[in-house]
Nanobody, 121 residues
């Protein structure tokens, strides 16, 4: 059983920053890969960033250079530092446990409840 709880969302102006956190509990180990997804209204859920158990990272082209994914294995917590936010980043953000293999991320069916990010222009 895996539990994921996201936090840190909110309303921010364009150009601002937010730091999302995802507290993981249950059957989540340091070697598990994890990721952040987001879903905007009327759009499909998309991968934002992923990190392997060894710290290898992968980013969507739209967030490269602005977002940073990291993890604190001692705290079982996943982070997403988001800088230079744009209105297009407005979405519900979800963390996930999955498999990072050969530069691809495959999500397992473990999702948190999400945290809402809204960026005003």
């Amino acid at each position: 059983q895996v539990q994921l709880v996201e936090s840190g969302g909110g309303l921010v102006q364009s150009g601002g920053s937010l730091r999302l956190s995802c507290a993981a509990s249950g059957s989540v180990a340091a070697h598990n890969s994890m990721a952040w997804y987001r879903q905007a209204p009327g759009k499909e859920r998309e991968l934002v960033a992923a990190i392997s158990g060894r710290g290898i990272t992968k980013y969507a082209d739209s967030v490269k250079g602005r977002f940073t994914i990291s993890r604190d294995n001692a705290k079982n917590t996943l982070y997403l530092q988001m800088n230079s936010l744009e209105p297009e980043d407005t979405a519900a953000y979800y963390c996930n446990v999955g498999l990072y293999f050969s530069d691809s991320y495959i999500p397992y069916d473990y999702w948190g409840q999400g945290t809402q990010v809204a960026v005003s222009s």
